[in-house]
């Protein structure tokens, strides 16, 4: 069988079968769905988190998510704010219980950039 006819019959295989993105992403089951869900959680925490802090420090969060531990993970854009951060870990910790009450503890991080 030739290269352009596999091809063929591998299109013609799945043909009929081709979702939108927007479908593939709405699919809650499906992994683009679960990768959606999960992206939007982390975004309601960073946010819930910066709502609880000054404009400045809240400006120096990259990013939260809570880990395999129950660890509220904070990551910060330089090591002042991180550091800045980390004395704040009493109200972040209570921050993010409200959104997520299994939260254990909080670890702060600086984000590298290549």
């Known amino acids: 069988m030739s290269k352009k006819q ?3 019959s591998l299109t013609g295989q799945f ?3 081709s979702k939108s993105l927007a479908d593939l992403i709405g699919e809650q089951q499906g992994s683009f769905g679960k990768l959606a869900a999960e992206a939007a959680k982390r ?3 960073t946010g819930h988190i910066r ?3 000054e404009p400045e420090l809240a400006a120096a969060i990259s990013h939260c998510s809570i880990g ?4 509220l993970i904070v990551l910060a854009t330089l090591p002042e704010w991180a550091a800045r951060l980390r004395f704040e870990s009493p109200a972040l910790l209570t921050a993010a219980r409200e959104v997520a009450p ?3 503890s909080v670890k702060v991080k600086v984000v590298t950039r290549p």
């Open 6 to 8: 596999s091809n063929s």
């Open 68 to 71: 395999e531990h129950g660890e």
């Open 43 to 45: 975004e309601q925490l």
């Open 51 to 53: 709502a609880q802090l």
């Open 102 to 104: 299994a939260c254990t």
């Open 15 to 17: 043909r009929g079968t």
